[in-house]
């Protein structure tokens, strides 16, 4: 094969491959692309049917089509066999001399010498075996067997994702049927929800429709020819507000899309497909996506171009049919609701007492959305990538926020293991609901204070219900998400009274704005290819002081007469940065004095330790404020270098990673050398087990959300602080994260509080 086309080749697989439909057809492109491509007489794929253990012939170009689906090898047999047990290719000029050959009968392989196969590798796992053939003895080549390995790992996603996706209705002898599935994503909230899914879309997203039926055929055909008669008065608006502007191309391009609408094309496609009984906008996105498909493979580049057409038109009717629907949405009693990307906005559009479980496609579980369903307390799955959503609609699902899984019809057996479970956290929560007013002190009498992270306004009444001593973490940019522009000064000033005055005088720690990362402003969009390693948290305020002034303004003239704020900055790098943040609160406040003449007092303000260098500059931060408070989840992003966003590498995202425990360990000790208080507000503090390893470090506040509080309370009044310290004695000797959360798992049932480790639903499915 010629090396400049090998690119060209590739592009065009992947990108067929990509828009079929289902896993069959994503098999039936790729071999006969890949044959194509390489010029070969044969290209099949096998593959491995895990219940089986074996590998079936599942596509072919060049052998007997008939026999797909139908003949398989055990997973050590033949040359499939050894390509899938060895993990890499074999290239073999004359097949039949191997020692592992083995004639698969039938499928019409006898006249095939030459034989190139390569494992079809998928995270880990071997999906398959992709094999070219050819009657000619000779050797393939390097560079035919570097292009079939690199097709192979481009295939493997995209197998993998038809295989886990599927369809989910099938029709037999017109009956809709449901298959039973599990899909898998990341543990996001804890907790077991059983609910009825709602979906939640992006407006005019052809991507993102949910499938439903219509209610009423003839209502709904109606009601689509009115929005496609709406379309057309627009483009026939477009036409004659620009008819002088527009050449004679132009024009005609416009008669093209009012073509498009007429019944004999797009419409009547649509039409048809609301006549079986489909409602409008998933008849529409059907239609418009399979056009597109169609467009999308085409290699002229004027037939391409239509493409983006034809989406622009489909998008115009759709934005008809959605606002025509749009309007108050009933949410079911118990809605779980699913988006391809839920933002926070999102969660407050269904009634609080409504939503009881959440699934986000995309996003991992330190993305900003699944903190704040911890916060609220709701079972959360985040990054389903393989859920297919748009067929979930109104359907039944239980959803394992402590495994990250989503079941769609599940077996009677596995409903009731889940009721059971479910059944046990809402006893577990009235246990811990006693422990309210007791004080958090270990069975040796050290006290641990254990303080909130709030945000929303509902966060204030389950603190305090909660006994929480304190606030250890105000995100103050939740309030600045749910607005369409920044808060003025006197607004915040009202936001953050109401939060200073619900816990006076136990003190609220505020942290200046902290945007950027996976948390832009809808109203100050920051786009960048590095978001993590960007302009965030303290870099951006110091760039816009007008909005560092007003907020620190704000908090302060809020704090008049209760005196109980403290000031916390994010993502703090730098001596010079603290300095200059620090600079700009004392004029801040010499400004309000002179303003107000009332001698206001200068709040305590606290580091966030959140990047490593901050670990190694612990002690000169800690000289020159208050306190310092670790952001784990930010500083275990850094420190590990993973995403701490993204569902692909979210299992390399440890908190328990030895490095991780070291670098806590330094924090707290540097920040007592200084003789200043240390605490911790990342998503760490409010786990059970680690909570005993951060009060065995000498952490002196520990500050989580609300939900988890009483779990933490009811730890660490289980145990001896005497015992906290010889458990972080061995787990600091241990070198891997997997088992020192196995270590402090056994330790929590070793202290009498099983019931906090995490259920492990999963193995049973
Ligand atoms: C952290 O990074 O640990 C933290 C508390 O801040 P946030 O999660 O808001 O980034
Ligand atoms: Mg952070």
Redesign the pocket.
């Known amino acids: 094969m010629m090396r400049k086309n090998m690119l060209e080749s590739l592009r065009r697989i992947v990108q067929e491959v990509n828009t079929a439909g289902n896993l069959q057809a994503v098999l039936d492109v790729a071999v006969l692309r890949v044959r194509r491509a390489m010029g070969t007489e044969v290209c099949s794929v096998y593959l491995r049917e895990p219940s089986l253990g074996r590998l079936v012939f599942s596509a072919t170009q060049g052998l007997n089509k008939d026999f797909v689906g139908k003949v398989s090898m055990a997973a050590n047999e033949g040359l499939v066999g050894q390509v899938a047990g060895r993990e890499e290719p074999l290239n073999l000029e004359h097949a039949e001399a191997h020692a592992a050959f083995l004639l698969m009968p039938g499928i019409g392989e006898e006249r095939f010498s030459s034989f190139l196969g390569v494992p079809i590798i998928h995270q880990r796992q071997v999906l398959g075996v992709l094999v070219v053939q050819q009657q000619e003895r000779r050797r393939f080549n390097e560079d035919d067997e570097a292009f079939l390995v690199t097709v192979s790992a481009q295939l493997a996603g995209v197998i993998a994702h038809a295989q886990a996706t599927g369809s989910i209705v099938t029709l037999e002898a017109g009956q809709e049927k449901h298959r039973s599935a599990r899909f898998r994503g990341v543990a996001g909230a804890p907790g077991i929800a059983i609910g009825e899914t709602a979906i939640i879309t992006p407006f005019a997203d052809l991507y993102a429709v949910p499938m439903r039926r219509c209610k009423d055929i003839d209502e709904e055909r109606d009601f689509f020819r009115e929005c496609i008669e709406a379309v057309k008065e627009d483009m026939r608006a477009l036409g004659r507000k620009f008819s002088r502007r527009l050449v004679p191309q132009e024009q005609a391009l416009i008669d093209v899309y009012l073509h498009m609408l007429d019944d004999n094309a797009l419409a009547g496609e649509v039409d048809a497909r609301i006549s079986r009984g489909e409602w409008a906008q998933g008849a529409l996105s059907k239609v418009i996506i399979q056009h597109l498909r169609t467009f999308e493979t085409m290699s002229d580049e004027y037939l391409k171009e239509r493409a983006t057409d034809v989406k622009d038109l489909g998008r115009r009717i759709l934005a008809y049919l959605q606002s025509a629907n749009s309007g108050p949405k009933e949410y079911p009693a118990r809605t779980i609701l699913v988006g391809e990307e839920l933002t926070a906005s999102m969660l407050a559009e269904v009634p609080p007492e409504n939503l009881v479980g959440l699934v986000s496609i995309r996003g991992s579980s330190n993305s900003h959305v699944a903190i704040l369903a911890r916060s609220m307390g709701i079972p959360t799955v985040m990054g389903a990538v393989d859920l297919p959503f748009t067929q979930l609609e109104g359907r039944e699902i239980i959803l394992d926020g402590y495994n990250g899984h989503v079941y769609f019809n599940p077996s009677a057996e596995l409903y009731g293991r889940f009721q059971a479970i479910y059944e046990g956290e809402q006893q577990l929560s009235k246990g811990l609901e006693a422990l309210k007013d007791l004080p958090c002190i270990t069975t040796d009498d050290v006290r641990m204070p254990l303080w909130v992270n709030t945000g929303l306004q509902a966060d204030i009444a389950r603190s305090l219900d909660r006994g929480a001593e304190g606030v250890g973490l105000y995100r103050t940019e939740v309030p600045f998400l749910l607005r369409e522009r920044f808060p003025s000064e006197e607004e915040q000033r009202q936001i953050y009274r109401e939060q200073l005055q619900a816990f006076a005088p136990m003190p609220v720690t505020m942290r200046t704005l902290?945007v950027g990362?996976d948390k832009s402003l809808p109203y100050f969009p920051i786009e960048e290819d590095n978001p993590f390693l960007g302009w965030r948290?303290i870099r951006v305020t110091l760039d816009h002081p007008e909005i560092f002034l007003v907020q620190v303004r704000a908090m302060m003239k809020a704090n008049a007469g209760l005196g109980n704020l403290q000031i916390m900055l994010?993502?703090i790098s730098s001596v010079p940065e603290l300095e200059e943040a620090l600079e700009l609160i004392y004029r801040a406040h010499d400004e309000l004095i002179v303003e107000l003449g009332v001698d206001l007092e200068i709040p305590v303000v606290g580091v966030?330790v959140?990047v490593p260098a901050a670990v190694y500059q612990a002690r000169e931060f800690a000289k020159r404020v208050g306190f310092l408070s670790v952001?784990s989840?930010?500083l275990t992003q850094y420190l590990l270098a993973v995403d701490r966003n993204n569902a692909r590498v979210a299992d390399i995202y440890q908190a328990y990673h030895p490095a991780v425990l070291q670098a806590l360990q330094k924090v707290v000790d540097d920040g007592h050398a200084e003789g200043r208080k240390v605490s911790i507000c990342?998503e760490l503090a409010g786990d059970p087990a680690a909570a005993i390893l951060l009060t065995a470090m000498g952490y002196d506040v520990l500050s989580m959300n609300a939900t988890n509080l009483p779990r933490v309370k009811l730890v660490l009044r289980s145990i001896s602080s005497v015992r906290a310290r010889e458990l972080l004695r061995e787990v600091m000797t241990m070198e891997s994260a997997h088992q020192i959360q196995a270590f402090m798992e056994q330790a929590l049932i070793d202290t009498g509080v099983q019931q906090l480790v995490r259920p492990q639903v999963a193995e049973i499915a």
Do not use: V
């Open positions: 902290d990362g948290g994010p993502m966030m959140e952001g989840n930010d990342g």
